[in-house]
């Protein structure tokens, strides 16, 4: 017997629990500005991330560091304005959080009280373990993110597949249990093997988010920007483009110039 799905009129960190107690998966997609997050929530996205992605598909940098803490409040009090729906969580940029734990109070503290969003994520285990509890300390609620983390990529030196070996697997599950008994209310587990997210995720109570881990998650994750194909070099195994809006963007912005050269543009109609 099938069980009816909740509807939400507002996710909250309770609502993502509740959806993976009940067995129904959660949709995650990322969002930069205003125009973007009001279409994302109207198709009932249940989670928008402001990533520091950012940084590489708004402002064209190759990594996710350069972007800075004011940027991403920016981006994220662009993108509340936008929501009614949607729970926003907001990435930690880069040398906000990962070494001093006053620091990173100080940083989501900014991110709560000058955009509006509504928790926070933070990439790494028991390495950012103090931040962690002094960010909840103060009523926010953190995500957590593990596997591949990005902003540690010229300590990786590679985005290739994170936990393949037995050491690194094991010290993942250890991690995300510490994040869960921390109080996390959410992981994001990024590019790791498919056996490993389901092995995480049976393990644990709060909902895990995939991106490059396979069908076992609690959920899914993409940037937006990728889902609908206005990126076009960047091709990722885990990838599924529900549009080719680089091509069909290109297109119409070619047929308006062409219209404006031949005097096409604007018509009779289309002039006062």
């Known amino acids: 017997m099938s069980v009816a799905k909740k509807e939400y009129k ?9 959806m993976k107690k009940n067995g129904e998966k959660i949709s995650m997609l990322t969002a930069y500005d205003y125009s973007m997050a009001k279409i994302v929530d109207a198709a009932k996205v249940d989670v928008i991330l402001v990533g520091d992605s950012a940084s590489n598909v708004m402002a064209g940098h190759e990594t996710t560091l350069p972007i800075t803490l004011d940027q991403m409040i920016y981006h994220a009090s662009s993108v509340i304005r936008a929501i009614d729906r ?33 928790a926070v994520k933070l990439e790494g285990g028991a390495e950012i373990k103090e931040s962690v509890k002094r960010i909840l ?6 995500m957590g993110h593990l596997g591949l983390t990005p902003q540690s990529i010229y300590k990786f030196g590679t985005y290739t597949v994170r936990a393949k070996e037995e050491e690194e697997a094991e010290q993942l599950m250890e991690d995300a249990k510490l994040l ?22 049976e393990s644990l109570t709060i909902p895990t988010i995939g ?14 920007h990728d889902l609908l194909g206005m990126t076009h070099e960047f091709n990722p195994r885990f990838l599924r483009r529900y549009m ?19 005097q096409d543009f604007p018509n009779d109609d289309e002039q006062y």
């Open 10 to 18: 507002r996710i909250t960190v309770k609502s993502l629990v509740e």
């Open 244 to 262: 080719n809006l680089y091509e069909e963007m290109g297109n119409a912005i070619s047929n308006y110039v062409s219209d404006v050269k031949s």
């Open 211 to 224: 991106i490059g881990g396979g069908k076992h998650a609690d959920g899914q994750v993409l940037v937006v």
């Open 137 to 142: 300390a103060a009523g926010i609620p953190v």
């Open 180 to 201: 869960e008994k921390l109080g996390c209310f959410g992981l994001v587990l990024e590019k790791i093997p498919a056996e490993l997210t389901k092995k995480v995720s």
């Open 86 to 118: 949607a729970l926003v969580v907001v990435d930690l940029p880069f040398g906000s959080y990962q070494s001093d734990p006053k620091e990173a109070l100080r940083s989501a503290i900014r991110i709560m009280k000058e955009s509006g969003a509504h």
